[in-house]
């Protein structure tokens, strides 16, 4: 007999639930990746080659997640990743993560390309919370954007070095996001769509207004609708970002920095040399270069390179709380995750945001205590068997 599927459980339940809820254009632009999607795929499936292996008879009543990620204190070794875009999963999404990422004791991380603004999130309260930023042609942009960012105390600056060039992403092409449609296949992407998502429409499209990138609404005073903003936005991508621009980047920014985007350990080494205080192993959640490793399978590799020297986290395919428990054995301080909470919130919400994450907790804990450990710092290899990763 099938489930009844009364109470969303798993990122995998609320993502069925954000299908169901969300007009198919932005639904497949949270969900989709570059290309054919293998690299997609594998961050995802290389999870399940690594196994923990039970230990029994041990005193674990008194498991603890705690732990810190950068300097900063949380229940469990997870981080909101930065999703652009999404307040139009749901109502001022950006906002409802934040109050249940502070519910929980976790880190959000707000997107340059939010739709909530630095200023927005940081009105819901005096918890912190981290700003991912891109390196932008005009850099007096950075500057300003790095100002506003400390002003409302953000001390921790996430910044992405791989997209010098955005990833072919051929769900968008498909549904008119990237441009190209007939004004029939606008309509359909467009008013048709949300028609047929009627909860949709009234939360988000009438109620979740303003739908403008927050942070960079004053730098494109004449843009009317997001295809304006991402035009501009594509414009103002710098491919000929370099190593140096991370050291200038280093010497204006007084917080810390944390590099993300890297798979190999030269360009792990090369993010510390230049100031980095962490390293993000990632792909992009597979929407830049289809093909590559998985985030998983990159880690061990960067974490041995960096060991001593710097924090090493990673995202992309992080589902559950026992793949927090898997990277964390791995060598990763902490893991971040974006499609869970896009999904989530997209669903239900703050309430959604903050029951993932609470299921991702009870997870680790049940890991932990059944490999026989009780503190995030007894996490290491020697509970995982790796398959050829």
């Not at 009105?123 to 500057?143: G, H, N």
């Not at 100002?147 to 010098?164: I, P, Q, S």
């Not at 092409?173 to 949709?200: E, F, K, V």
Request: net charge neutral; aromatic share 6%; glycine share 10%.
């Amino acid at each position: 007999m099938p489930t009844m599927n009364l109470v969303p459980v798993t990122s995998n339940d609320y993502r069925r639930l954000a299908e169901r809820r969300m007009p198919r254009p932005l639904f497949d632009y949270v969900d989709g990746g570059a290309y054919g999607e293998g690299t997609l795929a594998r961050n995802i499936s290389d999870f399940a080659r690594i196994s923990p292996l039970q230990r029994v008879m041990r005193d674990v009543s008194g498991v603890d997640t705690a732990t810190a990620m950068v300097g900063t204190d949380c229940t469990l070794p997870v981080s909101l990743a930065p999703v652009g875009m999404c307040g139009m999963f749901a109502r001022r999404a950006e906002v409802q993560a934040k109050r249940a990422a502070d519910t929980v004791g976790v880190p959000l991380t707000l997107s340059t390309m939010s739709i909530c603004s630095l200023e927005e999130v940081a009105a819901v309260s005096d918890k912190p919370f981290w700003f991912q930023l891109y390196m932008l042609r005009d850099r007096k942009i950075v500057e300003e954007l790095l100002n506003r960012a400390w002003a409302v105390g953000v001390r921790t600056l996430v910044f992405t070095v791989d997209l010098a060039v955005v990833g072919e992403r051929h769900r968008d092409t498909r549904n008119g996001i990237a441009g190209g449609a007939s004004p029939w296949g606008r309509l359909r992407a467009g008013p048709l769509s949300y028609l047929t998502h009627p909860q949709w429409l009234v939360d988000v499209g009438l109620r979740g207004k303003p739908h403008l990138f927050g942070n960079l609404a004053e730098y494109v005073p004449a843009a009317t609708s997001l295809p304006e903003y991402r035009d501009w936005v594509g414009r103002q991508f710098d491919p000929s970002v370099t190593w140096e621009d991370i050291a200038w980047l280093r010497g204006i920014w007084n917080g810390k920095l944390v590099i993300k985007g890297v798979l190999s350990p030269d360009d792990a080494d090369s993010a510390v040399n230049v100031g980095a205080d962490a390293v993000i192993v990632s792909n992009h959640g597979g929407r830049q270069l289809d093909g590559v490793s998985s985030s998983i399978s990159a880690l061990p590799a960067v974490a041995d390179k960096l060991a001593g020297r710097a924090e090493v986290m990673m995202d992309g395919g992080v589902r559950s709380g026992l793949d927090v428990f898997r990277a964390r054995a791995l060598g990763a301080q902490g893991v971040m995750i974006g499609r869970p909470w896009a999904y989530a919130v997209a669903a239900r919400g703050e309430s959604g945001v903050a029951s993932l994450l609470g299921a991702f907790k009870r997870e680790i804990e049940v890991a932990m205590a059944l490999c026989g450990v009780t503190r995030m710092t007894d996490v290491t290899g020697d509970l995982v068997q790796v398959k050829d990763l």
